[in-house]
């Protein structure tokens, strides 16, 4: 990332929890591991890599929108 540049990241969280889907959608058969982290956890990953988090919007599960899991937003900027 260069210099005062920013990053968004985008995920679903939750309090340290690891998800290994045998089926995606369609029902293919998938092998991949998900770790589920607090926001704040993935904040101070962020600043442990020199990056200052400028901006954080969490959303709760919704049936309304499909989701099973907290999802949350992170915007960053490296400083420059």
């Given amino acids: 990332l260069a210099p005062g540049g920013h990053l968004?990241?985008?995920t679903y969280t939750g309090d340290d929890e690891q998800l290994s889907p045998e089926l995606a959608f369609g029902n293919h058969?998938?092998?991949y591991r998900s770790?589920?982290?607090p926001p704040a956890r993935?904040?101070?990953l962020l600043a442990g890599a020199g990056l200052s988090v400028t901006a954080q919007l969490?959303?709760?599960p919704?049936?309304?929108a499909r989701t099973r899991?907290?999802?949350a937003c992170l915007l960053a900027?490296?400083?420059g």
């Fill in 69 to 71: 899991w907290p999802q």
């Fill in 42 to 44: 993935l904040a101070a």
């Fill in 35 to 37: 770790y589920l982290m």
């Fill in 8 to 10: 968004l990241l985008g």
């Fill in 29 to 31: 058969r998938v092998f």
């Fill in 62 to 64: 919704s049936p309304a």
């Fill in 58 to 60: 969490e959303s709760l």
């Fill in 77 to 79: 900027r490296k400083p």
